[in-house]
C-alpha cells in the first residue's frame, strides 16, 4: 500500500508514492545493526574477456543488499533492457562460469563470499530444463536422488510437490518431458528446485515462453509456493506488469554496462494476478517504471 506523505515538518520527506509502489532511496547498507543479509554485491563489476580487444563490460559498480527476512523472505525482481547484465547478476549469486567470479567487487551469500554454487541457491531457467529421459516423478526428485533420499520416501515427497504445483499424481507422474505443455515443463522445473527447499531461488525469465493466460496462472501458483517455502527470490523478467505483481522490490537497471538506477518497494499481491493487473493504481506503477525504462533505451541509441 502507498504511504501518506508525513506531516511532520522535522522529518525528511517521505519518498515519491507511484500507484502501488514507492521509490526507495538507492543506499546499500551492508553493516546495519542486528540485520543479517542474504546477498550482498558490494561495489560489483563484471567484464567478459578482460583484456582482451573484444573486452564487454555487462555490468559495473552494481551494489545492493537484500536483508535475510526468517519466516519470510522477500521477493526481487530486476528489469532492464536486452543486454544490461541481469542474468549476470543471476548467475553471480549462482556462482556459474563464465560470470562467477566477478571482475571486481565482491558478491556475499549470508556473509560469505560466493565461491561456486551450493544448495543454498536453486536456480529456475526460461527453456525448462529437464532430464528428457526420466518421468516426472524422477525429474522432481533428482536432486533428493543425489542427496541419498531413500526411493519410497524421495517419492512420497515428490508425488506432494507434484500436487503443490498443480499436476496430478495418477496422470501426470509417469508422463515424460516431451509429453507436456510448456507451462507443464516449467511446473516440473519449479517442483524440482523448491522440493530441495533452497534458501535462495534464482529464476531466469521462467515464464518467458508462456501463453498470457498461463502466465498469469504461474504467477498466482509462485506466490503460493514462496510464500510456503519462505525463500528469498530474485526474479529476472521482461514483463513489468509481471515484476510489479510478484516483486516486494523492483530493481531497475541502465543498458549496459548495467548498473542500478531506480529501487521501487511495491505491495505484495493479495489478489490474483488478473484481478490486480487491471487496478488503476496498479497501472500507474507499471506506466512509470515502463516511461523509466523507455528512456533508458533512448539514451543507449
Known amino acids: 500500500m502507498s504511504r501518506e506523505p508525513s506531516t511532520d515538518r522535522s522529518q525528511p520527506p517521505s519518498p515519491p508514492a507511484v ?11 551492508f553493516e546495519k545493526p542486528g540485520i543479517r543479509n542474504v546477498v550482498e554485491f558490494r561495489g560489483v563489476t563484471k567484464t567478459y574477456n578482460a583484456g582482451m580487444d573484444n573486452a564487454f563490460t555487462a555490468i559495473r559498480q552494481v551494489s545492493f543488499a537484500v536483508e535475510d527476512l526468517p519466516g519470510k523472505g522477500e521477493f ?45 541457491r536453486g536456480m529456475v531457467f526460461q527453456d525448462y530444463t529437464s532430464f528428457d529421459h526420466r518421468t516426472v516423478l524422477e525429474n522432481i526428485t533428482f536432486g533428493l536422488e543425489c542427496r541419498g533420499v531413500e526411493r519410497r520416501e524421495r517419492h512420497e515427497i515428490g508425488q506432494r510437490w507434484i500436487e503443490h504445483v498443480g499436476l496430478d499424481v495418477a496422470t501426470d507422474a509417469g508422463k515424460y518431458p516431451h509429453e507436456l505443455s510448456g507451462g507443464m515443463r516449467q511446473r516440473v522445473a519449479i517442483a524440482r528446485t523448491l522440493i530441495l527447499r533452497p534458501r535462495i531461488i534464482l529464476m531466469d525469465e521462467p515464464f518467458g515462453a508462456l501463453d498470457p493466460q498461463t502466465r498469469m496462472n504461474m504467477q498466482d501458483l509462485l506466490v503460493s509456493l514462496w510464500r510456503e517455502v519462505e525463500a528469498t527470490v530474485f526474479f529476472i523478467t521482461h514483463s513489468i506488469e509481471e515484476a510489479v505483481f510478484l516483486g ?45 525504462v523507455s528512456d533508458v533505451a533512448a539514451e543507449a541509441n
Do not use: W
Not at 93 to 119: K, N, S
Open 248 to 292: 516486494d522490490r523492483v530493481y531497475v537497471m541502465s543498458a549496459a554496462p548495467g548498473r542500478i538506477i531506480r529501487e521501487l518497494a511495491v505491495a505484495s499481491p493479495d489478489r490474483p494476478a488478473r484481478l490486480m493487473q487491471r487496478e488503476p493504481k496498479f497501472q500507474e506503477t507499471v506506466a512509470y517504471i515502463r516511461d523509466l
Open 76 to 120: 526481487i525482481c530486476i528489469l532492464g533492457p536486452s543486454g544490461c547484465g541481469k542474468s549476470t547478476i543471476l548467475r553471480l549469486i549462482a556462482g556459474l562460469e563464465p560470470q562467477h567470479p566477478p571482475t571486481e567487487g565482491e558478491v556475499l551469500v549470508l556473509g560469505r563470499p560466493v565461491a561456486g554454487p551450493g544448495a543454498d
Open 19 to 29: 500507484g502501488v509502489g514507492q521509490v526507495v532511496e538507492l543506499a546499500a547498507d
